[in-house]
């Protein structure tokens, strides 16, 4: 077929040359794309990660504080060993872990339904319902749950409204997810994380979810099993990937974010926080890479046990 | 068939499924409502009054609209660049395979795998290490690194779902590589392409996390956001720009979904 198209009179020139040239060379094609891509990727952001790394094995000179440009491990033995940051590390990655369990449990209801349940209207207003604040700029909803759970906000007056306030107050003096009031307290930075990246497990759920054949279902109803079986040992297991996809967006945006703990201010540091002050105020570049290798690393591990869940199947 | 008896949803999955739905959206209605309020000093609800006034203290602001230009032409630089790196990865990846090729999608998917603190630590590294003053440059740099990998996937998804025999077809009528490409593959693919750029440009214009770290001086509309989030002025202010944020990104993806929908449905 090439050699007839190549004897084709139809059109000479320099494109049809480039063209059967590129043609025969399907590898020098590719690499002419792709050189582009790799290099803006491979300066700029392998480049920028490499320097991060770089930095992380100097040390800040406690007398001088600047830059001591000798590879050490005292800034990793600094992150690792001080109990207060050990402490900033175990609370960011419980804080992840509970955000990720309780968007699964929220978001599979909402993903099964539209996935499998809703017509194609409902379909539609659900897919709009969920991908309209998802995409809602992200601060805009950070500011919306400031007021949302202010002294007198929202909450606290539905709150007062169905006479459940002593409960509110006696959810708030618990150890260690109280605080003065919502907006100061763990219990209101989870309800903030777990708000901000439900979309994002609900998407890859459903995405996983619209991919159960219903012969499946069929077949399982068939052989006697009973709905929540078939919902068990059937819907759940295929479902996986997409879990695991979403499980990935909501650990690593909470291991990493640091805007939302320092707008719904509980007392305790997080990762993202303590790397943005100790970059900016502090100025100790080395421990801020040090601390943010911290967040890669259990990404990394996640990643991996992710991928082995088949996550990335379901992006 | 006998879909009803599978297809009826139980109830705990309904409930479940509205209520999820409400708790998305009525934050969003929020910060609405918040724009009306004539209170500025708390956020007391329910309102004690309602006013257009902020709307005409917004307009006469002259720092949103200089961090509103800023955040715009970023967007739209950032938007390009991610455009020309995405669709020629794409059209890469689309059909071949090769040595790496899992490496490539793995490396253009870890800007927004890994937390936007270490992306933008890790290039405040570099900048600083390159003894670039942070700036404009630098933001827009930042912005395309993680914007690639969005449109990669819109437009890569629609070019592996176009047959591949209309390809051979196009070739044995005669037409060359690039004829092939501008009559075949491109309309088929423009509007993924375009509605890559869209959720790029919305992606961008909005993002705060890496901004924070490369925008040296320069104040971005989220960054002026941001700032107004510790030191109010005139609370109210914040939400009417909040609303315009709003729009300004929810239009490019309404209108990505929208050119992205009918295809799929032909599919």
Redesign the interface.
Known sequence: ??A??AS?P??AGW??R???F??GR??FY?SL??L???L??GT??????F??L??SFYAIDEFTAKIVYEPTLATFKQVLTQPAHIDIIVRTLVMAVAVTIACAV?????A???A??ASPRMKAL?Y??????M??????????????L?K???LS?FVDTLGLTPVLEAVLRLPAVGGPSLASSYLGMFIVFV?MW??YM?LPLAAALERVP?SL??AS?DLGAR?SQTFRNVVVPLALPGLAAGS?FTF??T?????IPS?VGAPGYF??MM??QQ?GTAGN?PL??AF?VV??VL?MIY?TLAKRAGAFDA? | MSRSALNRPSLGTRIGAFVGLAFLNVPVLVIILYAFTTDDRTYAFPLPGVTLRWFEAALARSDIWAAMRLSLSVAALATLLAMILGSLTALAMSRSRFWGKEAITFMLVLPIALPGIVTGLALLAAIKAARIDPGFWTIVVGHTTFCVVIVYNNFVARLRRMPQNWIEASMDLGADGFQTFRHIVLPHAATALLAGGMLAFALSFDEIIVTLFTAGHERTLPIWFFNELFRPRERPITNVVAVVVMIVTLIPILLAYYLTRPTEERS
């Open positions: 077929m090439n007839f198209a084709a139809l059109q494109s049809r480039a063209s059967t590129l043609h399907p590898g590719l794309l792709l582009p891509p790799l803006w990727f700029v952001y392998l480049g920028s990660l320097t991060l770089a930095n929220i978001a599979f209801p909402v099964n339904y539209m499998r349940y659900f709009v319902g969920v991908m309209l604040p995409w809602t700029s992200y601060l805009v909803k950070v500011y919306a749950w400031r007021l949302i202010a007198q906000g929202i007056w708000y439900l979309p609900i219903e279902l069929q109803a709905p990935v690593s945006l291991l990493g974010d640091y805007i707008v990762i993202g790397v943005y970059q570049i801020a890479a943010s967040p890669i990404i990643l992006l």
